[in-house]
């Protein structure tokens, strides 16, 4: 009898257990984990979420996410179709920026993109960004006011200038986010400015490097790699060499397909920088 008692205790046990785990299986993952949440806005019924690995937008390349959840169900959408408009208001003057497509991810009810801000906010000049999205057949826009600021640390991570050949182009960094003493991945993204809305990639050019510490008599580093266009990513990639933690100027010159300079010098005894440099302190 004792025996029996066990075994039926072992089995409701056996059950209990099982039910616990179906349901844990029936627990939906957040995609966004591990993501802040940017800034939402409410519109048509919906609510349209930013999601960024960065606490804010700032100047340079920003990768974001965006979901769009129905206020009435709480359910997000999925699979809809989602474009942007980011517009920087000046006094004078109004500008887009650098920006992807949006594509959906692996999670349909997420679809991911990346701006490139050139400039901050202030008090009389802002940003904002008009999104337009279709569900059922049906199209929405939605427009909100952002805040983009300056990087916490100050340093320069893009560019925007003038080439020797009259066009305007912007060069931003996007990686390394987390420099170390190694030899890191680096990575760029070059654009020209056909008008004040349309910044196309440039493709095929080089961006050579040539990393200096201007507190240890500016000394460079080994084993740097110039970049070059990958055309899978669209991005400029190569190798940056850092030996030793501090602040460090990578100097860059701009080449056409013609080996043509069209920003930048070489740092010499008699000129320490570059006129085109990123910046990095870590």
Same mark, same amino acid.
């Given at each position: 009898?004792?025996?029996?008692?066990?075994?039926?205790?072992?089995?409701?046990?056996?059950?209990?257990?099982? &039910?616990?785990?179906?349901?844990?299986?029936?627990?939906?993952?957040?995609?966004?984990?591990?993501?802040?949440?940017?800034?939402?806005?409410?519109?048509?019924?919906?609510?349209?979420?930013?999601?960024?690995?960065?606490?804010?937008?700032?100047?340079?390349?920003?990768?974001?996410?965006?979901?769009?959840?129905?206020?009435?169900?709480?359910?997000?959408?999925?699979? &809809?179709?989602?474009?942007?408009?980011?517009?920087?208001?000046?006094?004078?003057?109004?500008? =887009?920026?650098?920006?992807?497509?949006?594509?959906?991810?692996?999670?349909?009810?997420?679809?991911?993109?990346?701006?490139?801000?050139?400039? /901050?906010?202030?008090?009389?000049?802002?940003?904002?960004?008009?999104?337009?999205?279709?569900?059922?057949?049906?199209?929405?826009?939605?427009?909100?006011?952002?805040?983009?600021?300056? /990087?916490?640390?100050? +340093?320069?991570?893009? =560019?925007?200038?003038?080439?020797?050949?009259?066009?305007?182009?912007?060069?931003?960094?996007?990686?390394?986010?987390?420099?170390?003493?190694?030899?890191?991945?680096?990575?760029?993204?070059?654009? +020209?400015?056909?008008?004040?809305?349309?910044?196309?990639?440039?493709?095929?050019?080089?961006?050579?490097?040539?990393?200096?510490? /201007?507190?240890?008599?500016?000394? =460079?580093? /080994?084993?740097?790699?110039?970049? &070059?266009?990958?055309?899978?990513?669209?991005?400029?990639?190569? +190798?940056?060499?850092?030996?030793?933690?501090?602040?460090?100027?990578?100097?860059?010159?701009?080449?056409?397909?013609?080996? %043509?300079?069209?920003?930048? %010098?070489?740092?010499?005894?008699?000129?320490?920088?570059?006129?085109?440099?990123?910046?990095?302190?870590?």
């Amino acid at each position: 009898m004792k025996t029996i008692k066990l075994i039926f205790t072992a089995i409701i046990l056996s059950t209990i257990f099982v &039910s616990c785990s179906s349901d844990d299986d029936e627990i939906i993952a957040n995609p966004m984990e591990g993501f802040n949440l940017v800034t939402s806005f409410d519109a048509n019924n919906h609510s349209i979420e930013l999601y960024s690995k960065k606490n804010d937008f700032n100047i340079g390349y920003n990768e974001v996410y965006i979901r769009i959840k129905d206020i009435g169900s709480k359910s997000y959408v999925s699979q &809809s179709e989602i474009s942007w408009m980011p517009m920087m208001h000046m006094t004078q003057m109004e500008h =887009s920026c650098p920006k992807s497509t949006l594509t959906i991810t692996e999670d349909k009810t997420v679809s991911k993109g990346f701006m490139v801000f050139q400039m /901050p906010g202030n008090a009389d000049e802002y940003w904002d960004i008009t999104i337009t999205y279709t569900i059922n057949g049906e199209e929405f826009t939605a427009k909100k006011t952002i805040d983009v600021i300056s /990087p916490a640390d100050g +340093k320069q991570k893009i =560019s925007t200038f003038m080439g020797s050949d009259g066009t305007r182009y912007v060069l931003t960094m996007t990686a390394p986010t987390e420099p170390k003493v190694a030899i890191n991945d680096f990575t760029a993204m070059l654009f +020209k400015m056909e008008n004040m809305m349309t910044f196309p990639v440039v493709e095929d050019y080089k961006i050579t490097i040539d990393p200096r510490m /201007p507190s240890m008599g500016n000394h =460079s580093s /080994p084993n740097n790699e110039d970049l &070059s266009y990958d055309a899978a990513s669209k991005m400029y990639k190569g +190798k940056l060499s850092l030996t030793m933690t501090g602040y460090w100027k990578i100097n860059l010159k701009l080449l056409n397909e013609s080996q %043509e300079v069209l920003k930048g %010098e070489d740092v010499t005894v008699d000129n320490l920088e570059s006129s085109l440099f990123f910046e990095i302190e870590f």
